[in-house]
């Protein structure tokens, strides 16, 4: 299998050059030249590891499959408690797939918990011997995830900078206790941007590049656009449709819709990928908080970021920018690189492009969208709380807010892509109970009000020692870079 550039559609790399790469040359993103077929009536009795060295070894074919095998199993296996790829009843036609019961309780543990493994083989495969430096600038989930994922790989090290205003109380403390060897967590002082900008010129800086190449060290990044991200979250779209075969819920072959709280566009990408790989995918329901642009996106066919960013109580879905989009309008548009390129000149020249009604057509055949602000959201804790015993965080009870309110007739699978217990203060506000202080008390109380257990992994943070407590400005994120603070 070859991958091409969503800019530049001549050009043909293997899977273990995109994901080492991350980004093309002229600033695409990687995709694949073509589709493995995959009839889910082959795979119905797999286990989810078994599953996963199958769905992988469809896109990566240079790697062994041995590898893949093995790879599936040390990350699905033991980490996730048996429960990879979960599929909860909550009501009639309706699920949820648990995708947090992973290290870190977010369902990005799925991509980075295996993303290391993929890169470090990609290395060697290739001959590479430099040190990769991982730097992550994140406003939670994804500076925990990605330290589980990449501490103590051999040739990696990883940086994480988060805002010291702007993550919870379970997220600093989940990074600033983490293990391993090879990791360095910074607080920056300052929002999420300040942080983000600070390592964007890091990457953007030829001269610390010069500098690092003479150490035999290369940057990279951890985040979504990576190929190797992706192709990790195909897999439980298929698992998650053998489950409700199994259950006898739908017969082989009939529509199943999907409804995925989004952020960045990568969770429900992959299941358009299922799809074009012969899942019997219906509708892509895109889920939206109040920073609602895919919603305006897929209703009028402008993509407009120039708006106002609201801070919301899924945090992870406040996102203005959604970059895996580029690949759907590659996809959509029947390969047309340059097509692509002039949008997405756009957007960095206005901020805005507008797609043509044709494409939006193909595109409206396989995607719906809705979205729901904070209140919204609460009010459908709630209800699924009191309605159906079901408990939910912030960021799946938008899907199940959005998933409700679109009509259709399909069995509906909600991607439940976060613990409750991770927003425990908010979810606690939701059900109409008192909110403590601190998020250690705030877990106990949902824990007391609701008979579930929090994981393991949350609860012991708060006797856990601190390893990270150095606070940074903006400008000293080049020194930490470079290895010098
Ligand atoms: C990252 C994240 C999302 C959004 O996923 P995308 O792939 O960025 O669309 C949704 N919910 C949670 C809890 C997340 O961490």
Request: glycine share 8%.
């Amino acid at each position: 299998m070859e991958f091409t550039s969503t800019r530049n559609n001549a050009l043909r790399v293997s899977a273990a050059q995109a994901i080492v790469q991350g980004l093309s040359e002229e600033g695409g993103l990687f995709v694949p030249t073509s589709f493995p077929k995959l009839d889910v009536s082959e795979v119905l009795d797999l286990d989810y590891c078994a599953l996963a060295a199958r769905v992988l070894g469809g896109f990566l074919t240079d790697y062994d499959p041995a590898f893949l095998s093995a790879a599936a199993r040390q990350v699905y296996g033991e980490a996730f408690g048996g429960k990879a790829g979960q599929v909860a009843p909550v009501a009639d036609g309706l699920y949820a797939l648990e995708l947090w019961h992973g290290p870190t309780c977010a369902f990005k543990d799925y991509a980075l918990q295996l993303m290391p493994r993929l890169l470090v083989e990609a290395k060697r495969m290739l001959g590479r011997t430099e040190t990769t430096r991982i730097l992550v600038a994140t406003s939670g989930d994804t500076g925990k995830a990605a330290l589980e994922g990449y501490k103590d790989i051999p040739g990696i090290e990883i940086e994480v900078f988060y805002p010291t205003g702007g993550t919870s109380e379970i997220q600093r403390l989940q990074m600033a206790t983490q293990q391993g060897e090879n990791v360095a967590v910074y607080a920056v002082r300052g929002n999420f941007d300040d942080a983000q900008t600070g390592v964007k010129k890091v990457f953007g800086s030829a001269a610390i590049a010069a500098q690092l190449a003479a150490e035999n060290v290369a940057l990279s990044s951890a985040n979504s656009i990576n190929w190797g991200r992706l192709a990790p979250q195909i897999v439980y779209y298929y698992y998650a449709y053998a489950r409700l075969v199994q259950r006898g819920a739908v017969r082989l072959g009939d529509a199943v819709d999907f409804c995925v709280p989004t952020g960045n566009f990568g969770d429900i990408l992959a299941g358009y990928y299922a799809k074009q790989m012969g899942l019997s995918v219906g509708r892509l329901l895109c889920a939206s908080n109040k920073n609602n642009v895919l919603t305006d996106f897929l209703t009028t066919g402008v993509y407009d970021a120039n708006r106002a960013f609201y801070k919301t109580q899924s945090p992870s879905m406040d996102i203005l920018v959604s970059s895996n989009l580029e690949r759907l309008l590659y996809h959509a548009s029947g390969c047309d690189s340059a097509f692509v390129a002039d949008m997405m000149a756009s957007l960095a020249a206005e901020g805005r492009y507008a797609v043509p009604a044709g494409i939006m057509e193909k595109i409206r055949a396989d995607f719906a969208a809705g979205w729901a602000d904070d209140g919204q959201a609460a009010a459908e804790i709630a209800a699924r709380w009191q309605d159906d015993r079901y408990l939910c965080d912030t960021h799946t009870a938008v899907a199940f807010r959005v998933a409700r309110n679109t009509p259709g007739h399909a069995p509906c699978v909600v991607l439940s892509t976060a613990s409750p217990f991770k927003f425990p203060a908010a979810v606690l506000a939701a059900l109409g109970q008192p909110v403590p202080q601190g998020d250690f008390d705030a877990i106990r109380a949902l824990s007391a009000c609701t008979g579930a257990a929090a994981p393991a992994g949350l609860a012991e943070l708060e006797s856990r020692a601190e390893r990270f407590g150095q606070v940074i400005d903006p400008a000293d994120i080049p020194a930490a870079a470079l290895g010098r603070l």
